[in-house]
């Protein structure tokens, strides 16, 4: 039979009220709905995302048809190059076009069957050409309907698991420049330009040059013996921890190639249902006597009937079915064998359809449900049936213009991720400061230059604290400031300059005397208020006294002097005792960064003074980091410097990224400091990065797990796989739950040998959790790598090309152009 689409075999009778009408007198009500992202999920979310399915579907009234219909189209990623985009950007965007991978949207649809239709008078109207709807809608029926359907919509929606919205008139049928919904079923065609293909059900069902296939699970015996809301991953999982994925996972984004998963569940009347059985048992008790067969059936009937009414089930009859595609003849046979082992994972077999399939099809119009042959589903229960839903989406991107890209586990399309400002929005976290953790090899510089840069690119200002060099190449990528400590030019500052505009509020000076008491509080020596106090009039009285003598420069010497030459004598007229003000001991504890003194240098800058301006900062520390005064001083001054930013530059995104050199600053005793920079930066826009490798130091100092840890909203593991023997330790002081620690055992289990990328583990919260891969183009790995071959090559590039984009733009082609397999 070849047909078109003759207005006498068409189905559906009109879409009115945003309902669409099937020539019967049936009536169905369509929603768009949003899944939770795959691999999310922990295995109590299944359980109760499979509980709130099934209390949403009792809600409908009997005669109605739950139609799920899941869309699984391979796609390809497209690059956006109408804007003007910064090199490494567009290296991106030029990487990942092309990219494929399998685009997931599903819809539901509700529908009531005309009351005039006894329950199995189901003769497709495939055959019976045109109807005519005889009974006028009963309002009462429909009002009935109605309340169900939105009773239902707010019982999935308020879950969280779900978002559903309804599908207006236009969605449904299109308009002239989109296709609607029920078109593009009928064209099997995705997009939204409409496409006109004849369908055939001659030889083979096809869609136009798509040749299809249709699998289902109709018959009780291709059924496996168990379900559940979910089954373990393998690929995920390690000997520890269980990774969980939905039940029908297999049948929706772990199956890759073209599908559509329709899932059925018809609700009917269940009295009568239960009647119907009842005397069939009695049928099959009389005929047992004959033949084995009926006995067991007998068995299995009165089993049935039992479980529905001791444990109040709703009996339901199902039917699920995998309808694929293809335009080339030689893949139907791997698709084929996909499909097969997808069901077997499962533990069910796979039946292809060949007579029954233009009549599944058919009845998979959306609008067309009653169509379906009822003696292709299965009884059962509704807890049974609502296992074989696909309970998962894909990896959704953030609309915000904030973010990074990384890639989606399954394919490594990629995705834009917001872990800064949409978590704020939506109450997830509290504060934008973050903590990673990752042992060196797992690709945690990589995570970071690729964070670091993303921001930079939109107009983030950031100082970074280094040990060991991984900025260098973003350094110069972006044409920021680069300060690294050597004999003959030391790192100076100055906090006691003012910049131009600027005044010496109380954050200022709360900053310089925390400063100077980190100076001259050394180790487990706490300060008394009383010193607090008089450093606080010791800062004000300075700042007059300039006033008054313009010609002194605002610096430490300046300070140093007036208190040994002013301040001292003010103490005096106020009869200050030595043990609430010891200003000799703070003039002798502070005699070295004095004139003259051993450390001169490093508080009277009169150069570089204002950093403010400059949006990329680097403060390499590695020829200090074992200097036990330098190095926690100069840390502390840097951070210093971005205080000042963070105070002075309203309304625009700072952020310090502070590597191992934190435990100097924690060891020193200087706590407080990291304390104050870690709850102060919130209120000005900014976020606070701490990196470290080893979980052990964190454990190890208290400050930091009070300080870093509670004040880090987001944390970002990166390959735990060698701790995960003690990773129990790790999961307490970071308030991991279960979920999160199968995620993080998981990464990098099961990589994709033919791409070249590490898994990231992000946290947001405790609430929002996602296994992100950190993917780059190759110009992108040549700045950010840590490989010191590789960083020398960089470098001999980049003088030999003039500048350094020059030179990676030379280097990575010829890499690609040497090894085409890898590019």
Wanted: charged share 25%; aromatic share 10%.
């Amino acid at each position: 039979m070849h047909t078109h689409t003759h207005a006498h075999t068409f189905p559906i009778y009109k879409v009115e009220n945003d309902c669409i009408l099937s020539k019967r007198g049936d009536i169905s009500i369509a929603f768009k709905s949003t899944l939770p992202e795959i691999f999310t999920l922990s295995d109590k979310e299944y359980e109760s995302f499979h509980q709130i399915l099934v209390k949403a579907i009792k809600v409908l009234p009997s005669n109605t048809i739950f139609h799920k219909q899941d869309w699984f189209v391979s796609k390809r990623n497209v690059a956006d190059f109408q804007y003007e985009l910064p090199f490494l950007s567009h290296c991106s965007e030029r990487f990942f076009n092309e990219r494929p991978f399998l685009d997931h949207h599903c819809n539901i649809i509700l529908t009531r069957k005309a009351s005039t239709t006894a329950v199995n008078s189901y003769a497709s109207s495939l055959l019976r050409g045109d109807l005519v709807v005889k009974d006028v809608l009963s309002p009462i029926w429909l009002q009935e309907f109605l309340d169900a359907t939105s009773q239902f919509q707010q019982i999935l929606s308020d879950s969280g698991f779900m978002k559903l919205s309804r599908l207006s008139g236009e969605d449904l049928i299109g308009t002239t420049r989109n296709v609607g919904l029920i078109e593009k079923y009928w064209s099997l065609n995705d997009s939204d330009l409409p496409i006109v293909r004849d369908i055939q059900f001659k030889d083979e069902l096809t869609v136009g040059d798509q040749r299809c296939q249709i699998f289902a699970l109709s018959d009780v015996e291709d059924l496996p013996s168990l379900c559940g809301a979910r089954i373990n991953y393998d690929r995920f999982s390690t000997d520890r921890t269980k990774f969980s994925v939905g039940f029908a996972s297999p049948l929706g984004h772990l199956l890759s190639c073209n599908h559509i998963f329709n899932q059925y569940i018809f609700v009917e009347d269940a009295q009568k249902t239960i009647k119907a059985l009842e005397s069939k048992r009695l049928r099959l008790q009389s005929l047992s006597t004959y033949s084995r067969e009926n006995a067991i059936a007998r068995d299995a009937t009165n089993e049935f009937l039992n479980e529905a009414i001791s444990a109040q089930r709703l009996p339901v009859k199902a039917h699920f079915n995998v309808l694929v595609w293809t335009t080339d003849k030689q893949e139907l046979k791997e698709v084929r064998t996909k499909v097969s082992s997808a069901m077997a994972q499962m533990d069910a077999v796979a039946r292809q359809e060949i007579h029954g399939a233009p009549q599944l099809f058919w009845s998979a119009i959306p609008g067309n449900e009653s169509d379906f042959p009822i003696n292709d589903a299965f009884d059962t229960f509704l807890e049974q049936a609502t296992c074989f839903l696909n309970l998962e989406g894909a990896y959704q991107s953030s609309l915000s213009p904030i973010g990074i890209r990384l890639g989606d586990r399954l394919t490594g399309k990629p995705i834009h991720v917001d872990i800064s400002d949409e978590p704020m929005h939506r109450g997830i976290c509290t504060n934008r400061n973050k903590i990673i953790i990752g042992p060196s090899g797992s690709g945690k510089s990589f995570f970071t230059n690729h964070m670091v840069r993303s921001y930079y690119e939109q107009g983030t200002h950031i100082v970074l604290v280094d040990v060991g060099h991984s900025y260098k190449g973003l350094c110069s990528a972006v044409n920021g400031y680069y300060f690294t400590y050597s004999e003959s030019h030391p790192i100076r500052f100055n906090p006691f300059f003012i910049s131009e505009g600027d005044t010496l509020d109380t954050e200022k000076k709360e900053s310089i005397k925390t400063l100077l008491l980190a100076l001259w509080k050394k180790g487990d020596e706490s300060f008394n208020r009383s010193e607090y106090v008089a450093l606080s009039i010791s800062l004000q009285g300075y700042y007059a006294h300039l006033q008054q003598s313009k010609d002194i420069i605002p610096c430490f010497n300046t300070y140093y002097e007036y208190l040994r030459d002013v301040f001292i004598d003010v103490l005096k007229a106020d009869k200050v005792k030595d043990k609430d003000f010891d200003v000799e001991n703070f003039l002798y504890v502070l005699r070295p960064y004095y004139r003259g003194g051993e450390f001169d240098y490093l508080l009277n800058a009169t150069e570089n003074l204002d950093l403010l301006r400059e949006r990329f900062i680097v403060f390499e520390l590695d020829n200090i980091k074992d200097h036990p005064i330098l190095f926690p001083v100069v840390t502390i001054i840097i951070m210093e410097v971005f205080i000042s930013k963070m105070r002075k530059l309203k309304g625009v995104r700072k952020m310090i990224l502070i590597e191992e050199a934190w435990k100097a600053i924690a060891r020193e005793g200087m706590a407080e400091y990291i304390k104050y920079l870690f709850k102060t930066v919130r209120k000005f826009f900014g976020e606070a990065i701490v990196v470290t490798q080893e979980v052990e130091d964190i454990i190890s100092s208290t400050v930091v797990k009070q300080a870093i840890i509670n004040n880090s909203d987001c944390k970002i593991l990166l390959d735990q796989s060698k701790y995960q023997n003690k990773f129990d330790a790790i999961q307490e002081l970071l308030g991991l739950s279960d979920k999160e620690k199968a995620m993080i055992l998981s990464m990098n289990k099961s990589n994709d040998p033919s791409r070249k990328y590490k898994e990231v583990f992000i946290s947001l919260g405790g609430m929002l959790s996602r296994v992100y891969a950190t993917e780059v183009s190759l110009e992108e790995y040549l700045i950010y790598t840590t490989e010191e071959s590789e960083k020398v090559k960089v470098e001999q590039y980049a003088a030999r090309y003039g500048s350094i984009q020059k030179g990676i733009q030379a280097l990575a082609n010829e890499i690609r152009n040497a090894k085409p397999s890898k590019a």
